[in-house]
């Protein structure tokens, strides 16, 4: 029932997804470039261009714990299913964290690769890991191995996401395109255009289970119904 959206200035609004106002705003020390909520909606975590970690509780946004700067301009961020681990992306490194303490658990780098976007698997065991050249990485949850990659973009991924049960991972580039994979076994199950312009962000609809929703970057929210004797909806936010 409420969306957390960065703003053009760097600062946080929490909405009530059918009102505009905004209920509440979230400062960093600099502007907000990554958030993530955890899987219940308990918490919110915002990072900021320099690394800084905020999580705050919900619905008071009470700050729960802070982690002081990577001075790294993270490009990805994730909860884990179960809530027990964050990972965050940062150029060619990916590392996870403790939520609790910011402890790092895990972290690999790999220099051959830029990482833009993650999503956790239900699992809780994997963790996929979008590119800036249209890859999905596939790592085990100590990161100690890399287990899969598959080409999915003309350019950069922007984003990905994992439905509720588990069983699809949604993808969205710059290439317009929003694809739905099998998350086991990666094979592509389906895809949308994003109306002539880049997918930005996704979700999946907890219930019913068969609906993605991803916006664009030119400001429309689509609905796409994965039911095969459904069409994809359109509109604005």
Same mark, same amino acid.
């Given at each position: 029932?409420? $969306?957390?959206?960065?703003?053009? !200035?760097? !600062?946080?609004?929490i *909405? %009530? ?14 502007? $907000? ?6 899987k219940?909606?308990? !918490?919110?975590?915002v990072?900021? %261009?320099?690394? @800084? ?12 714990v ?6 790294? *301009? ?8 179960d809530?027990?681990s ?6 060619? *490194?990916i590392?996870?964290?403790d939520?609790e303490?910011?402890?790092i658990r ?13 999503a956790?698997?239900? %699992? ?5 890991? +979008? =590119?800036?050249?249209g890859?999905? =990485?596939v790592?085990?949850?100590? &990161? ?12 950069? +991924? ?8 588990g069983?699809?991972l ?15 076994? &990666?094979k592509q ?7 002539k =312009? ?11 289970? @068969?609906?993605?929703?991803?916006s ?6 689509? *609905?796409w ?5 459904? !069409?994809?909806?359109? +509109?604005?936010?």
């Amino acid at each position: 029932t409420h $969306a957390a959206v960065i703003q053009p !200035k760097g !600062k946080v609004a929490i *909405r %009530d997804v059918f009102q505009t106002n905004p209920l509440a705003e979230i400062n960093m020390p600099e502007k $907000a470039c990554c958030l993530a909520w955890s899987k219940d909606g308990s !918490k919110l975590t915002v990072m900021d %261009d320099i690394g @800084n970690c905020l999580i705050n509780g919900f619905p008071d946004l009470k700050p729960v714990v802070s982690f002081g700067s990577s001075g790294q *301009r993270p490009t990805g961020l994730a909860w884990s299913p179960d809530g027990k681990s964050l990972a965050v992306a940062s150029g060619s *490194r990916i590392h996870i964290l403790d939520p609790e303490t910011g402890e790092i658990r895990a972290q690999n780098t790999r220099p051959e690769l830029v990482f833009t976007c993650l999503a956790w698997a239900y %699992d809780n065991m994997r963790l996929f890991a +979008g =590119t800036v050249d249209g890859k999905i =990485t596939v790592w085990n949850m100590k &990161l100690e191995s890399l287990l899969e990659t598959v080409s999915a973009h003309d350019g950069r +991924g922007n984003c990905l996401a994992v439905s509720a049960e588990g069983t699809r991972l949604a993808s969205g580039g710059e290439d317009n395109r929003a694809i739905i994979w099998q998350s086991a076994s &990666l094979k592509q199950v389906a895809r949308a255009s994003g109306y002539k =312009t880049s997918v930005r962000a996704l979700a999946f609809a907890s219930h019913p289970k @068969n609906i993605l929703y991803f916006s664009t970057q030119n400001g429309l929210v689509m *609905r796409w119904d994965m039911d095969p004797a459904s !069409k994809m909806i359109g +509109g604005t936010p």
